[in-house]
């Protein structure tokens, strides 16, 4: 079994930034070994997948956010890290972070025009 908590979320204005931090508790296994995934899902919108860092490999990124997004992790940490820069009003959602079908809580961001 393994626990995420997400945070770093808040209210920014566009063209700022934030770091979002997913930790994952329990089976370091689990973690150490398995992609992990960001997701967000907008208000009246579904969820949807916004980047992706295997255990051994380069982070993978939906288009909407690829080159002002960055995806990192830290095995050591079991933390994934997910810098965001460049903000717009339409990255406004809450943020999920998913290991083998595990979610956590998710954290809100914001961002005003």
């Known amino acids: 079994q393994v626990q995420l908590v997400e945070s770093g979320g808040g209210e920014v204005q566009a063209g700022g930034s934030l770091k979002l931090s997913c930790t994952a508790s329990g089976n370091r296994a689990i973690f150490h070994m398995n992609i992990v995934d960001w997701y967000r899902q907008a208000p009246g919108k579904e969820r949807e997948l916004v980047a992706s860092?295997?255990?051994?490999?380069?982070?993978r990124y939906a288009d909407f956010v690829r080159h002002r997004f960055t995806l990192s992790r830290d095995n050591s940490k079991t933390t994934v890290y997910l810098q965001m820069n460049n903000l717009t009003p339409e990255d406004t959602a809450v943020y999920y972070c998913n290991l083998l079908n595990h979610w956590g809580r998710g954290t809100r961001v914001t961002v005003s025009s």
């Open positions: 860092i295997p255990a051994g490999g380069s982070a």
